[in-house]
């Protein structure tokens, strides 16, 4: 598995990303009262896609591990 620590990276990355972007978009919701600034709109798909990365990124980084798991005990002689 040549890929698995670039990729292991690239998911840490974009769990990282999007935990500090829900946690940008949460400090701008509360300093502004809840929104309704021109703008807000976009925030919203943002945080959305933000959610959605940080829910996928750790599914994918678990089965990243199980597949190496699972590739290292096949390459042992039983």
Same mark, same amino acid.
């Given at each position: 598995? =040549?890929?698995?620590? &670039?990729? +292991?990276?690239?998911?840490?990355?974009?769990? $990282?990303? $999007? !935990?500090?972007? !829900?946690?940008?978009?949460? +400090?701008?919701?509360?300093?502004?009262? /809840?929104?309704?600034?021109? %703008? $807000? *709109? +976009?925030?919203? /798909?943002? %945080?959305?896609?933000?959610? +959605?990365?940080?829910?996928?990124? &750790?599914?994918?980084?678990?089965?990243?591990?199980?597949?190496?798991?699972? =590739? @290292? @005990?096949? *390459?042992?002689?039983?």
């Amino acid at each position: 598995m =040549k890929l698995f620590k &670039p990729a +292991l990276i690239v998911l840490i990355a974009l769990f $990282s990303l $999007s !935990i500090l972007a !829900i946690i940008g978009i949460t +400090l701008i919701t509360f300093s502004t009262d /809840g929104g309704g600034f021109a %703008g $807000s *709109d +976009l925030l919203v /798909g943002i %945080g959305f896609g933000s959610m +959605l990365v940080a829910i996928a990124c &750790p599914v994918l980084i678990a089965l990243l591990v199980l597949a190496s798991w699972i =590739k @290292r @005990r096949s *390459d042992m002689k039983v």
